[in-house]
T-cell receptor, first 112, second 114 residues
Framework: QQQVKQSPQSLIVQKGGISIINCAYE??????FPWYQQFPGKGPALLIA?????SEKKEGRFTISFNKSAKQFSLHIMDSQPGDSATYFC???????????FGTGTRLKVLA | NAGVTQTPKFQVLKTGQSMTLQCAQD?????MSWYRQDPGMGLRLIHY???????DQGEVPNGYNVSRSTTEDFPLRLLSAAPSQTSVYFC?????????????FGPGTRLTVL
């Protein structure tokens, strides 16, 4: 029940296309869903996050869509650029714990 | 601000050796944690601390010890290294215990155990 399932494992997108990464969870106590971006040789960095009181959050080209009833959330990268090539991790946490549960990661490659 | 710093960047150990991975932050964050990152498994929590003098176990604590004597430092000790501990280790910190505070990660330590 603590798992966060992330798909796909890898993704190749043409420049200008839309990248979509999906995550699903089971624990209904989760109330915070961040996405992290990680470049090779670097630590993960917070990209965007959402709480379940809204169904969508947008920051620039990055959007989180959240479906509470389906217990799913996804990251959309609009107008994908080669500089977006990185590994993306979804995560989930609840205000009752201090811990994040991470998905297994998606390696995104955007072709120029 | 240097943020979260980790040393060393790379380390090779032999089975049975011990070592300490260093982590420091200069943001006066109360919450610090250690993760390991393995291919196909995401990041898994090893130990965490909600303040100086307070530590607790995460998902995969076996074979690791931590202590938190100051707000700034949170070292991770490998007691007797095993090949299964070959991984990339990340230290992270955030202002408070609540998950809504942004979590900052260090650059990582790549550890190989032969």
């Amino acid at each position: 029940q603590q798992q966060v399932k992330q798909s796909p494992q890898s993704l190749i997108v043409q420049k200008g296309g839309i990248s979509i990464i999906n995550c699903a969870y089971e624990n209904t106590a989760f109330d915070y869903f961040p996405w992290y971006q990680q470049f090779p040789g670097k630590g993960p960095a917070l990209l965007i996050a959402i709480r379940p009181d809204v169904s969508e959050k947008k920051e620039g080209r990055f959007t989180i869509s959240f479906n509470k009833s389906a217990k799913q959330f996804s990251l959309h990268i609009m107008d994908s650029q080669p500089g977006d090539s990185a590994t993306y991790f979804c995560a989930a946490s609840s205000s009752g714990t201090y811990k994040y549960i991470f998905g297994t990661g998606t390696r995104l490659k955007v072709l120029a | 601000n240097a943020g979260v710093t980790q040393t060393p960047k790379f380390q090779v150990l032999k089975t049975g050796q011990s070592m300490t991975l260093q982590c420091a932050q200069d943001m006066n964050h109360e919450y610090m944690s250690w993760y390991r990152q393995d291919p196909g498994m995401g990041l898994r929590l090893i130990h965490y601390s909600v303040g100086a003098g307070i530590t607790d176990q995460g998902e995969v604590p076996n074979g690791y010890n931590v202590s938190r004597s100051t707000t700034e430092d949170f070292p991770l000790r490998l007691l007797s290294a095993a090949p299964s501990q070959t991984s990339v280790y990340f230290c992270a910190s955030r202002l408070g215990q609540g998950p809504y505070n942004e979590q900052f990660f260090g650059p990582g330590t790549r550890l190989t155990v032969l």
